[in-house]
Structures are given as structure tokens and as C-alpha cells.
């Protein structure tokens, strides 16, 4: 009885730090709420990913996430037929088990995945909002509390890696930029612990590095490696070595660009 009294007044798990930029928050519970699919596209590491695990927390749902990649099929969203102790069993994709159990089935890079996902997605993202599962000749008609998020980079789309219009038009799209510079010390502050004072400097490099994206760089410096950064200068790192190794390196392996961005890091940081 006692373990139970005291089960019952744990504290509830803090939500996942999240800073709102605009109205992305009520957007995506009202969308949640009538039961509406949802696309987040913006630039790699400007939080896409620590949205929907805080909105997924504050709205009480589990959350099933699936990295995409090229060799992601529709079998492995929707589960397959395994061999266990000699018998073939049928086991639930991550997909298949988000439409039972309800909660957000998350698709991050949905591009990167093969044609057929976005084929067996179609159903799930009108009124019917139903999984036809072929190879058990199951229906699965979703709950209420089921919600389908994906995710892409508009900067990485091509011809043959791009949502089709018809696609991109079953979900409500809410784009991500990186925050505004104070909001980003802000964060990079509270996620690596370094005063802000000092944060600012880095924040004020990512902006100039980020202006580049274009022209010597085919990706900008996300607010994840920023955070990178400033983790490794709090504990101890130089600052000259930080960069570097969080922020210059994992952008580049061609000397002459990596020169360039060291030249604009003297500039704006010493």
C-alpha cells in the first residue's frame, strides 16, 4: 500500500526542454486534437525532433520514432512474418504498433525513405485513417489518440528525393528556422551549461557560418553543433579547439573551406 501511495506521488517526468518560436505549440495540438497528420520541415538541427518529443510529453502520448533512411520499406513500418522457435510469427512494425496502441508515430528524413512508405501513409492521412495490413488481412482502424508526424530538410530534396505534391497536401506543415539569436543562447546555454555571456560569441559565429550555406558549404551549422560546442568550452576545451572540433570540422573536409571559416571564427570570436 505504501509503495503504491508513493507511486502515486512521483513527480511527473519533466517535459522535454523546448522553447517555442512562434505558435508551432498550439498549432500542433490543435492538430493532434482533430486528429490531423502533421509535416515539419526546416534545417537540420533546428529542433524538429526535441519538438515532438515535447509535445509528445506534454500531451501525455507515447512516441514511436523511426530514423529513415534508403532502405527503409513499408515492411519495416508495418511489421513482417519472423521465424521464433520454428514457428513463423507475425511481429508489428513501429508503425503498426502506433495505430493499435495510439500515441505519434514519428518519421524523421521522411524522404530519405523508399517510394512504398508514402504509399502505405496515404490511408492513414485522410478521414478513413486506417493501416491495411495485406499480409494478415487486417484493417487497423486508428484511435483517436494516433497522430503521424514527418519530418524533412527542404534543403536536401532533389528529384529523386522529394515528397510529392500529392503528399505533401495530406498534412497541416509547420516550417522550422533556427531561433532568433537571443532564443538560441538561450537554449545552448541551459543544454550545455556555459554562461550566456560566453554563449552569445558562438551564436553570433553560427550566424555568419550559416550565411555561407550556399556558397563554400552545402549545410549550415545546426544549434545542435553550437550546443556541441559549448559543452566542450564548459568543460575545460579551449575555445579555439571547440570550434574546431564542433563546429568547423563537421562541416567540411576540404582544407581550403575549412581556412575560410577558420578565418571568419578569428573574425567574430578572436
Avoid at 508515430?105 to 501513409?121: G, I, N
Wanted: glycine letters at 8%.
Amino acid at each position: 500500500m505504501k509503495a503504491a501511495l508513493h507511486a502515486l506521488a512521483a513527480p511527473a517526468p519533466a517535459l522535454p526542454a523546448y522553447i517555442a518560436s512562434g505558435n508551432e505549440c498550439v498549432l500542433f495540438e490543435h492538430a493532434w486534437r482533430h486528429r490531423l497528420p502533421v509535416l515539419l520541415k526546416g534545417p537540420t538541427g533546428c529542433g524538429k525532433t526535441r519538438f515532438v518529443a515535447h509535445m509528445a510529453a506534454r500531451l501525455g502520448l507515447p512516441l514511436h520514432t523511426v530514423a529513415c533512411h534508403d532502405d527503409l520499406t513499408a515492411a519495416d513500418l508495418t511489421g513482417r512474418y519472423l521465424l521464433r522457435g520454428g514457428d513463423t510469427m507475425w511481429t508489428d512494425g513501429p508503425l503498426t504498433r502506433a495505430v493499435r496502441e495510439g500515441g505519434i508515430c514519428y518519421l524523421d528524413e521522411v524522404v530519405e525513405a523508399r517510394k512504398d512508405v508514402t504509399v502505405v501513409l496515404h490511408p492513414l492521412t485522410d478521414d478513413r485513417r486506417i493501416l491495411p495490413l495485406e499480409r494478415t488481412g487486417e484493417e487497423l482502424v486508428a484511435p483517436a489518440s494516433f497522430m503521424l508526424v514527418v519530418s524533412y530538410n527542404p534543403g536536401y530534396q532533389t528529384l529523386l528525393k522529394a515528397l510529392k505534391p500529392s503528399t505533401r497536401q495530406r498534412f497541416v506543415a509547420i516550417e522550422f528556422a533556427f531561433l532568433p539569436a537571443e532564443q538560441e543562447i538561450a537554449v545552448v546555454s541551459a543544454e550545455s551549461g556555459l554562461p550566456p555571456d560566453r554563449v552569445r560569441p558562438l551564436v553570433a559565429l553560427a550566424g555568419r557560418l550559416r550565411a555561407l550555406k550556399g556558397h563554400d558549404l552545402e549545410e549550415v551549422v545546426s544549434t545542435r553543433l553550437v550546443v556541441y560546442c559549448a559543452t566542450l568550452i564548459a568543460a575545460g576545451v579551449s575555445i579555439a579547439d571547440a570550434v574546431l572540433a564542433g563546429m568547423i570540422e563537421p562541416l567540411t573536409d576540404d582544407s581550403d573551406v575549412k581556412a575560410a571559416l577558420l578565418d571568419v571564427t578569428r573574425a567574430v570570436v578572436g
